[in-house]
């Protein structure tokens, strides 16, 4: 079987085909801590050739992971169950826009902050940037319904997908959605696929929304003497009658493994800072950010500095884009996770945390997308150190159940992928999970795409870091 579908991949693919061991242990790793090593990887670049794939696929009957830049945090595309690896990241030649239209489209490989160029140039605006826009892939955003810092206005990757292409478990090529901005024909495929983690359908390309580029932004800093006061002002920006662009968390820890690592005279002492970016008319920012101001006076804040020239505001924006390379410096294996509350409860979380980072003896930094309630507790850890390893699980578990228990989720952005599928459960409950699960067995009854992402597997109960 193994050298039948090798031959038959080979006719296709020839040099864009890959299953010597030294050239397929490269694609087995993503942003998480996970590694597994597919039988094959092939770079695709055509709806056909992903489509062929896929037929390929269901007459082997082997597996089929897609793989855009591998920033996944959440090992969305390590292929567990091995078979075929599908490099997007040559797919990246097709880039066009109908600025009359505000729409462009893309192949799955083109790079998210090409998007965020080639709009800019005619003054439009794509939104959705997360922070690894210079890396990510557009058609890993959608898999994960990627967000980023602009989200707190601007919302995220599914509120600027008009259609997708999609090639289905079975090998059909069609089309959700369209190029219009209203669209209720039949059901909405298009947002059922976005974010399904390569789960469902693999896309072949996207058609996406633009606005008009705000005409000005101007960034603040606020200091915080104590975290629970920082959790506390993120609702009093949001109700204070200001919309903020960005609202950008840092705690303690981050800030200073930012200054240790890049030395720009940041205030180590603070408890934690905020970044509050407000766009707009430049007539108007000033306004707002007084509005900020004297909301924040209420509660007794009052360390604000606003960025007085672009070259400010761009060093402050620099802190928040340092604090993962920052991290990753600071040694070990880095686990990211991506609890999303609502509003009034992040202070609550905040406390939770440091409690946990003094019982379990860990090193959790704590940043992330305020104005969302997304928060990026981080955990540095050594793999090889299985007592640490135990402590690092039994952290995570504990934020996860407690961020459920304050109405929040596991994921904001990130997906579930590996590292999050054991608490699903406590999430969605049994029949919750069922129902998705229907989902995935009508359009994917194989479970070819993308398998053991998502759902829990039996007997797993806790945080994955188990490899091949
Ligand atoms: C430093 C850093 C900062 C980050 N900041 C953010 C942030 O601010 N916001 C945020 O949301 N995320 C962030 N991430 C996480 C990550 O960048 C995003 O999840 C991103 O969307 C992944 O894109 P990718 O091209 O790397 O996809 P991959 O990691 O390769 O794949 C991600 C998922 O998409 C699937 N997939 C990929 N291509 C396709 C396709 N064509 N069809 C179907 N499925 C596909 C894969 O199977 C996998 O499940 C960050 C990661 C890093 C390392």
């Not at 800072?273 to 004297?294: Q, R």
């Not at 202070?347 to 003094?358: N, S, T």
């Amino acid at each position: 079987m193994y050298e039948d579908l090798r031959n038959s991949l080979e006719s296709i693919f020839e040099e864009r085909l890959f299953y010597k061991i030294e050239d397929r242990i490269s694609y087995g790793y993503d942003g998480s801590f996970g590694q597994h090593t597919p039988d094959f990887v092939v770079q695709v670049k055509s709806a056909e050739e992903v489509q062929t794939v896929v037929k390929l696929a269901n007459k082997f009957n082997v597996p089929i992971t897609p793989r855009g830049a591998s920033t996944s945090l959440s090992g969305g595309p390590l292929p567990v169950e091995k078979g075929i690896l599908m490099d997007f990241s040559q797919w990246d030649h097709y880039l066009e826009i109908f600025p009359d239209d505000l729409l462009i489209k893309a192949s799955p490989g083109v790079i998210t902050s090409d998007i965020h160029k080639l709009a800019d140039q005619y003054n439009l605006m794509y939104p959705p940037d997360p922070s690894s826009s210079s890396i990510c892939t557009i058609g890993g955003n959608l898999a994960e319904n990627a967000g980023g810092p602009r989200g707190v206005k601007y919302g995220v990757t599914k509120d600027y997908v008009l259609g997708l292409e999609i090639v289905t478990a079975s090998g059909e090529i069609i089309n959700t959605g369209g190029n219009t901005v209203k669209n209720v024909t039949g059901y909405d495929l298009t947002k059922l696929i976005i974010g399904s983690e390569g789960t469902l359908a693999i896309i072949t390309e996207a058609t996406l929304r633009l606005i008009p580029k705000p005409l000005a932004t101007k960034t603040a800093m606020i200091l915080f003497d104590d975290l629970y006061t920082a959790g506390k002002s993120i609702s009093a920006i949001l109700t204070s009658g200001v919309r903020p662009s960005k609202m950008e968390i840092l705690d303690n820890n981050s800030l200073n493994r930012v200054e240790d690592y890049a030395h720009l005279n940041l205030p180590r002492e603070a408890a934690a800072i905020l970044l509050v970016e407000v766009d707009g008319h430049p007539s108007i920012l000033d306004k707002e950010l007084i509005t900020i101001k004297e909301a924040l006076t209420k509660i007794g804040v009052d360390k604000i500095e606003i960025a007085e020239s672009a070259e400010e505001e761009e060093k402050l924006w620099q802190v928040r884009k340092l604090v993962s390379p920052a991290i990753v410096k600071s040694g070990y294996t880095k686990i990211s996770e991506d609890i999303t509350l609502p509003l009034s409860k992040i202070p609550d979380m905040f406390e939770k945390i440091d409690k946990i980072k003094k019982e379990y003896d860990l090193n959790i930094v704590v940043f992330g997308h305020a104005g969302d309630g997304n928060l990026h507790p981080t955990i540095n850890t050594n793999m090889r150190d299985q007592g640490e390893v135990g402590r690092v699980e039994d952290a995570v578990e504990e934020i996860f159940n407690y961020a459920i228990a304050l109405g929040g989720t596991l994921s904001g952005e990130h997906g579930i992928g590996t590292m999050k599928r054991a608490f699903m459960t406590n999430e969605m409950g049994e029949s919750g999970v069922l129902f998705q699960k229907a989902i995935k067995q009508a359009l994917d009854p194989k479970n070819l795409l993308n398998p053991s992402k998502i759902f829990p597997i039996a007997g797993e109960k806790r945080l994955v870091l188990r490899n091949d």
